[in-house]
């Protein structure tokens, strides 16, 4: 197995220095990184698709570290927040593009769980292309061999279980709640009555019809992914794109991912255990059960949650195990300094 499994890992680049990060990552034993290239706020580079993250104050913070990258012999694929976008300036001029809970508050005025989630709504074709934009933007700028969707979803109707709790006024069973429920904008609303006759806001939860105005709303983000990939694809063939999506036991119901659907190169299941109250284990069921549908996957492993060094050891053994084609870890910089040491022997293993 040695050298076709893939050994990645999220980077985030505020605040850091690229030279010495790169060495870092490099003598952990990860060959490919996905650096934050547009996080949640924004592009973290001088962008003429959409402002910039306020923090970044006009500077460049990818161009250094994908030069090193490169340097170094890493791939690197462009870790992309493409759906949240909390930004006070695009809020303000492009208000209508902003998601629409079934109450009818828009996410700018009252987002849900967390101030940061407010989020585009993947059903209108300028969000589409202000997207495809982004992603094109950044392959002229940067030589990258891939490009990375995250946040590609509506918001959670649903929360991982071990969140629910966290939230007032969130229900602890698996039921929708109208202020958690989105996306009801103009749009989607007029587009759904015309294709099915009936105003989502009518639709009683519960019912067969609302089973299919989930799928809708899936189909949404399916089509703005395929939209996004055909315009990165036509441009640039050889790239690969992936993307950062839920576990496939829960994507559709709980953020409205159907991925398998997507049609892309890769997929990192964020296999996030302790949100789900599971054990690491679970990692291994997860994979196997994305893998084993002949989906191309990336194990995505959290590791501030593990344990000791043979939960670590573990988790990447279920992800070799299971047919996946690489583990990508979450996220450099490691939170812990045991972590790296861990992570380094854990990645030498397999
Ligand atoms: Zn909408």
């Not at 010495?20 to 706020?41: M, Q, T």
């Not at 870790?79 to 079934?102: M, Q, T």
């Not at 890769?266 to 679970?282: A, I």
């Amino acid at each position: 197995m040695r050298g076709s499994f893939r050994k990645a890992c999220w980077v985030h680049l505020q605040g850091r220095d690229a030279r010495s990060d790169v060495e870092r990552i490099a003598r952990l034993g990860f060959e490919e990184v996905l650096p934050s290239v547009v996080a949640v706020g924004g592009p973290l580079y001088p962008s003429r698709v959409r402002p910039q993250h306020p923090q970044a104050g006009g500077r460049d913070l990818v161009g250094e570290f994908v030069k090193e990258a490169k340097r170094r012999g890493l791939r690197v694929h462009a870790w992309i927040v493409s759906l949240c976008y909390p930004n006070p300036a695009f809020e303000s001029s492009h208000r209508d593009w902003y998601v629409v809970n079934r109450l009818g508050v828009s996410c700018v005025d009252e987002p849900p769980y967390v101030p940061y989630y407010k989020w585009l709504c993947p059903s209108r074709p300028e969000v589409r292309d202000n997207l495809a934009e982004l992603f094109l933007e950044v392959t002229d700028r940067y030589e990258v061999d891939g490009l990375h969707f995250d946040y590609i979803r509506l918001p959670d109707a649903l929360l991982p279980k071990a969140l629910r709790r966290k939230y007032p006024g969130v229900p602890l069973e698996d039921v929708a709640k109208p202020e958690f429920d989105y996306c009801y904008c103009k749009v989607c609303r007029e587009r759904f009555a015309e294709e099915e006759g009936v105003d989502p806001v009518e639709i009683p939860y519960g019912s067969d019809l609302y089973e299919k105005w989930i799928a809708w709303r899936a189909g949404q983000v399916t089509e703005t992914v395929k939209h996004v990939a055909s315009r990165v694809k036509r441009a640039y063939p050889g790239l690969e794109v992936s993307a950062a999506v839920f576990p496939l036991s829960v994507a559709l119901r709980y953020v409205f991912q159907d991925w398998p659907s997507w049609g892309l190169d890769l997929y990192h299941p964020m296999l996030y255990h302790e949100f789900y109250e599971r054990s690491v284990e679970w990692i291994g069921e997860e994979a196997k059960a994305s893998a084993g549908r002949g989906l191309p996957v990336s194990v995505g492993v959290l590791a501030d949650f593990m344990k000791s060094y043979s939960e670590m050891e573990q988790a990447f053994r279920y992800a070799l195990e299971s047919g996946a084609r690489g583990v990508t870890v979450f996220a450099y910089p490691l939170p812990r300094p045991e972590l790296e040491e861990w992570v380094a022997k854990a990645l030498a293993g397999i």
